[in-house]
């Protein structure tokens, strides 16, 4: 079993940064694949970047340059760096694990809310 806090949403202007993090309980993170989803009002959730054990990094192609996802397996934490934040990034951003050898194991953090605005 494996639980996921995130925090370091808020409220941002246009153009500022924030760092997202997602902290893991549980034994093994490493053998787990780390992504960030967001889901904006009346939208369904979608993929912003996943990254492996072994640290390869995948991201979806509106956030590429402005968003870096990063782990620190010593700390059993994963992040989200934010940078040049625009509205339409505004969502509740979600941490999901996923065990890269036994694909039925999956956990997914409560969110924690983004908004950017002026």
Not at 4 to 21: K, W, Y
Request: charged share 20%; glycine share 12%.
């Amino acid at each position: 079993q494996v639980q996921l806090v995130e925090s370091g949403g808020g409220l941002v202007q246009p153009g500022g940064s924030l760092r997202l993090s997602c902290a893991a309980s549980g034994s093994m993170f490493s053998l787990y694949r780390m992504g960030w989803y967001r889901q904006a009002p009346g939208k369904v959730r979608e993929l912003v970047a996943t990254i492996t054990g072994v640290g390869i990094a995948n991201y979806a192609d509106g956030v590429k340059g402005r968003f870096t996802i990063s782990r620190d397996d010593a700390k059993n934490t994963v992040y989200l760096q934010i940078n040049s934040l625009k509205p339409e990034d505004t969502a509740v951003y979600y941490c999901k694990a996923e065990h890269m050898f036994r694909s039925s194991l999956e956990y997914w953090g409560q969110g924690t809310q983004v908004t950017v605005s002026s």
